[in-house]
Structures are given as C-alpha cells and as structure tokens.
DNA sequence: CGTCGGCTTGAGATAGTTCAAGAGCGGTGG
DNA sequence: CCACCGCTCTTGAACTATCTCAAGCCGACG
C-alpha cells in the first residue's frame, strides 16, 4: 500500500518550492518544518511525531521545508494516488478539512506566541505543548518529555535565540518547575507552575 | 436567504469562546479578528474585507473574538443550515478544505514575520499585504492603499508596538517609500524599495 | 581517553518598549 | 463657519528583554 522510505538525520524529505508528488506517513522519528528569509533566517513552524501525515497540500508546491531530527521511517504515495483516492471518499475530504482546521487552530494559538508572550512564556508554553502531545500516545506519557530537535531547533520555533532557550530552561530548573533527566529529556516537577507561566504569570 | 445585521464601529460580532452558532459573510465594512492572553495582551490574527466569510468553524466555540473595525453590514445564517446545506453539496466541502489550506498557508507566513522579522520588515510586509489585497478588488486597486483600522490594531497584528508602528512609517516616508495622503492612506511610491525591505533588504 | 559539536553561562550591545509630551485631525457646538 | 475638544498619532528619551559575541563545559563517540 505504498513505499518505505528511511532518511538519515539532517536530511531534507523536501524543500519548500519543491513540486508536492508525494504523501508522506511518518512511521518512526521525528521531523521538523521550516521556513527560510533570504538571508537565512529561519522560522520551524512544526514538529512531526510518528503517525503524523506529511506533504498532503492542495497546492502545487511545498510551502515549507521538511527535514529529518534524527533517523526516520515513512511510507509514501505518489500524490495523483492519493488525490484520486481521496475523490473516491466524501469522507475523507470531510477529514482532510477536519485536520487542517486543527492545524489552523494551533497555528493561530503560535502567532499568539510569537507575536505577544516573553521567552520564558514561550519555553513553558511549549514544554507543555509536547507533554500534552505526549499524553496522548500509549508509550510516551507521563512526567517526562522527550526532546527529539536541538535547543536551535527549539529557538527557531519559539521565534529567540538557542542561548535564550539555555537561559529560560536554566531558570525553570532554578525554580523547581523542571529537571533534566538527560540534556534531551525533561521531567516535569510542577505541571501547574508550568502553567502559570506559560500564560503570562499569576498577575492580579 | 439569511438575516441582515448591522454592526456599529467597535462591536463584537462574537467572542472567542462564544458557542460559533451562526455564519456570516461581511458585505460592507471590515473587521478585525484577535485573541487575548489573561492579562490582557492581545494579538490580532487577520482582518476582513467585503466579501469575505466569518464563522465557519469545525469547532463548537469560536477561536476569537471578530470586532467591526467601522460600521459593517453583515449576512448570517445559522450554522445548523450552513452545515445540513455543506453535507449537500460535495463541491462545497472541498471548497471549505481550499479556504482552510489557504488561511493556513497565510498563517504560516504569518509565523515566519512575527518569529523572525524585525519591526521595519513587518511593517513593509503588512503594506504589500493589504496593497496585494486591493489590487484583487475591483474598485480598490492602485497605489493607494486604506488602512481601516488603528495603529494599535496594526501593532497587535504585527507584534509591536503602536509607537513602533508609527516609527517606521515615518522611517518609510523619510525613504520615499509611501507618503501617508491622509491618515489612514498610504500612497505607495516605490514598491520595490518596500518588497526589498520586507523580504530583509537586499544583503549580499 | 581525547576530540568534536552542541549546550550553558557571561558581558556588552541593541532593537524595541515604556513612559511622557506635543501635534494634528475630525467631530461638535456655539 | 469657525473655534474648541478629545482622541489618536507622532516624536522624544530613558529603560529593558533579548541578542550577539565570546569563553568554557559537557556529553557522545570514536
């Protein structure tokens, strides 16, 4: 029922401006999505996880960049397939509508993010973005939250710098909000206080 | 084939979180959507013109408030008839999921602007935006360009400051970019110069 | 066990914010 | 029709969150 395709960490799946042939499952790892300026400044506007689609578009050409954070597996289509068997399926377009109206939805939620919260606003909103995205897979839940992309990675999508990032998860910890189980896992001390922060501190 | 509604400058057509029970399309004026934190910050996630719709939603509750920039003359209907119609109409299911991937492509170049681009760029980016816009409508097209709404509404679109806002106007007009023919119209005297500020000038 | 690359921490620079006046426009009433 | 008033917009000056640049640190890997 498709292809099997394994990248290697660091490789791109596809650019932006690239022709979008394909449809893509992501069965194992993880990726990221970006977009870049001219002069190489970079926004990630998503993180994949697996079961996530990817590549499904009703445009011609990839509006973002997908690349690999570590070695990843997926199952692909040509997209004519896909697109004519989707046309066999009232359903599915009802599904296809559903699925963008959530990233939609979460897309609008980041621009509140990156237009009006403070970094540390930032890192917790997004540590318990991923704690959340965690507790919904069987295996991954609980206290800790793994950290597939690098602390660049993270700043790029937070729309600050890697050493802002250093620095907020450095204060975190001072504050007894988190610890780091290892540089690339975060076991979360104070969910609630997590909170607090994430939307904008207790103030009254 | 639906009910009138006139709203007066400043008033909300719906609050986020409002149970989304009605569809509009707005047939005069403009209106200007946005999200608040706690604590009051508040980011503006677009603005509507003649012609657009309002209120379609796969959610119970909308996501954010809508609020009449001017007077507005509006269209509703309830969403209940919107829907039972939708299911009807197989070609309008698919239309919904173009309208979708279109908002969410905007959004995501709206990510890239807010996570990454300094004050002047936004700003030259928003011109060109809503000059884009204009030119798609019949009678609005040219190198004018209105603003309908306030600076502080442009700030907390463009994730500034209102101050910062006027700031780089008056940068714009010392560069002979724009020239402000009244307060809220801009005439567009070099689009280039301001498509090569948006994009981060010309580095090399 | 040493090296490399990413992470953390520090110190100084800065873009944008905040706070504070003034200026200009539009609306109102004399 | 003009003068006044209120509000938004503009401009200025000081402040600050975040960035930039620069070491050291530390963990992963050979």
């Known amino acids: 029922m498709g292809w099997t395709l394994v990248v ?3 490789q791109a799946l596809f650019h932006e401006g690239d022709r979008a042939d394909r449809v893509f499952t992501l069965t194992n790892g993880c990726v990221k999505l970006y977009k870049l300026l001219p002069d190489g400044r970079r926004q990630v506007t998503g993180f994949l996880f697996p079961g996530d689609f990817l590549g499904v578009s009703v445009f011609d050409e990839h509006a973002f960049t997908a690349e690999a954070l570590g070695e990843c597996q997926l199952c692909w289509f040509p997209r004519s397939r896909f697109d004519r068997y989707v046309e066999t399926q009232p359903a599915m377009e009802r599904e296809l509508y559903r699925a963008a109206a959530h990233e939609l939805a979460a897309a609008q939620q980041q621009l509140v993010l990156l237009g009006r919260k403070t970094a540390a606003e930032r890192l917790a909103s997004f540590v318990l973005e991923l704690a959340d995205k965690a507790s919904r897979s069987p295996e991954r839940a609980g206290r800790f939250v793994d950290l597939p992309m690098s602390r660049s990675d ?11 990032v250093s620095r907020a998860l450095s204060l975190f910890k001072s504050q007894r909000l988190i610890r780091l189980e290892t540089l690339n896992r975060i076991e979360i001390l104070d969910a609630e206080g997590l909170k607090d922060v994430a939307d904008g501190g207790l103030e009254f």
């Open 154 to 164: 993270i700043a790029d999508y937070l729309g600050i710098t890697k050493e802002t």
């Open 8 to 10: 290697t960490p660091g």
